[in-house]
C-alpha cells in the first residue's frame, strides 16, 4: 500500500513555470511510452488513438478573488470558492456564497467587509468558519448569475500561489489562464491541461477524425489541498461540482477510444460512470480520490492529457493509477532531468490507462 511519501520528488524551483509559453501550443510534451518521447505539443495529433472523443472541461475560471478592508481599516481577501448551500443562513436580497477570508483579527457572524474596488460593495459573514475554514459570505445579489457578474467587476483572477505576481494578475493572465473553450463560469482554477489547446489544434483533431465533447467540473481548493497525512486512506477529499452533458454521454456509449484532457475530466466521468463506458447524464458531486494499489478500475478514459503536478499530490496519485506508479514515477524523473516545466503554466505529457 503506498503511503504519501511514495509520491514525493525534487523539484527545483526554477522548473516552476511562472508564465505561459509565448504561444499556447509552444508548449513541451512527454509521449509516455516505451521509449518516452519528447515532443512538442501539437504532435499530440500524432500519437492520439484513432477516432478518439476527446473531452474537455468548459469551466470558466472567474475572477473570484476580492480584496476588502474590514470597519477598522485591516485588509481582508476574500476567495469565492462556490455557492453556499440553499438552507445557508443569509438575510433577503443576499445570496450565500462559501468563501475562504484572510483578515486579521476573528470573523463572527454579521461583520462587513467593503470591497476595495468598490466600497460600496458591502459583503457580509453569515457564518462562523466551518470545514477547512470557509464562511458563508452574504452577497447583495439577486442571483448566482448576479454574483458572477459582480465578481467581474471587483475580482481578480485566482493564480496558483506558486505563480508569483507582485502586482497580481496581468493582461497575459487574463488570456491565458482560461481555455479557448471555457464556457461555464464557477471554478476557481483553471484545468490547466486544456490551456495548450489552441483553435488549430483542436481543427486537426477533428481533421484526423476526432469529435470534441464537453463536460463540466468546476475546480475547487480539494483539487489543490495538501494531503497531511501519511495514511492515504484517512484523507478526505473536498466535494466539486459537475455536469455530464447527454451529447457527451452517447459519444463514450458508442465504444470509441475517449482521451481525457485533464484530471478534471478523468474525475468527472469516473464519478459518472455507472458502468463500462456508460455515464450518468446531468449535475453530480464527486469527492472521488483515485490512487495506486486500492483496485481502483477506470470504466470511461483510454488516454490522458495532463500537466505535471506537485509531488505527494493527489493529482499524481491519479495519473499514478490510470497510468501506473513506476511508469508515472519514472516519467517524473525524466520530466525534472530534462528540464520540463511544472505545474499549471508548465509543460503536458500525454499517458495512457495501463491494462488491468
Known amino acids: 500500500m503506498h503511503t504519501k511519501a511514495d509520491f514525493a520528488f525534487e523539484l527545483p524551483p526554477a522548473q516552476i513555470a511562472q508564465a505561459p509559453a509565448p504561444t499556447r501550443d509552444g508548449s513541451r510534451l512527454l509521449v509516455v511510452g516505451e521509449p518516452l518521447l519528447d515532443a512538442r505539443f501539437p504532435a499530440l495529433i500524432d500519437h492520439l488513438p484513432p477516432d478518439p472523443v476527446v473531452i474537455v472541461n468548459d469551466a470558466r475560471v472567474v475572477p473570484a478573488r476580492v480584496h476588502g ?21 443569509v438575510p433577503p436580497g443576499h445570496v450565500g456564497w462559501r468563501c475562504l477570508v484572510r483578515a486579521g483579527g476573528k470573523l463572527h457572524p454579521g461583520d462587513p467587509i467593503a470591497a476595495d474596488r468598490d466600497p460600496a460593495v458591502a459583503l457580509t459573514v453569515a457564518s462562523e468558519r466551518g470545514d477547512g475554514g470557509a ?11 448576479d454574483v458572477y457578474a459582480l465578481l467581474d467587476r471587483i475580482g481578480e483572477l485566482p493564480l496558483p500561489p506558486y505563480i508569483a505576481r507582485a502586482g497580481g494578475p496581468d493582461a497575459v493572465d487574463a488570456e491565458r489562464y482560461q481555455t479557448v473553450y471555457a ?28 469529435t470534441l465533447a464537453t463536460v463540466t467540473l468546476h475546480v475547487g481548493l480539494g483539487t489543490f489541498a495538501p494531503i497531511r497525512v501519511d495514511d492515504l486512506a484517512a484523507h478526505a477529499m473536498h466535494v ?13 456509449a458508442s465504444g470509441r477510444p475517449v482521451v481525457a484532457i485533464g484530471t478534471t475530466v478523468v474525475r468527472t ?9 456508460q455515464v450518468a447524464v446531468g449535475p453530480g458531486a ?15 478514459v483510454d488516454a490522458l492529457v495532463t500537466n505535471f503536478h506537485l509531488p505527494e499530490s493527489t493529482l499524481l496519485m491519479l495519473v499514478a493509477a490510470f497510468a501506473g506508479y513506476d511508469r508515472v514515477m519514472a ?9 520540463y516545466r511544472f505545474f499549471s503554466y508548465g509543460d503536458a505529457m500525454l499517458v495512457r490507462r495501463e491494462a488491468p
Do not use: C, K, N, W
Open 69 to 89: 478592508h474590514r470597519p477598522s481599516g485591516g485588509a481582508a481577501e476574500v476567495l469565492f470558492v462556490e455557492p453556499a448551500d440553499a438552507d445557508a443562513a
Open 135 to 145: 464562511v458563508t459570505i452574504a452577497v447583495p445579489a439577486a442571483s448566482v448569475a
Open 183 to 210: 464556457r461555464t463560469p464557477g471554478a476557481v482554477a483553471a484545468p490547466t491541461a486544456g490551456l495548450h489547446l489552441t483553435p488549430a489544434v483542436l481543427d486537426a483533431i477533428a481533421a484526423r477524425g476526432g
Open 240 to 252: 466539486e461540482r459537475y455536469d455530464v452533458p447527454a451529447a457527451t454521454a452517447a459519444l463514450i
Open 269 to 277: 466521468l469516473e464519478s459518472a460512470a455507472t458502468g463500462p463506458r
Open 286 to 300: 464527486t469527492s472521488l480520490f483515485i490512487r495506486p494499489g486500492v483496485g481502483y478500475q477506470f470504466q470511461i
Open 331 to 339: 516519467a517524473y524523473r525524466h520530466a525534472v532531468a530534462a528540464g
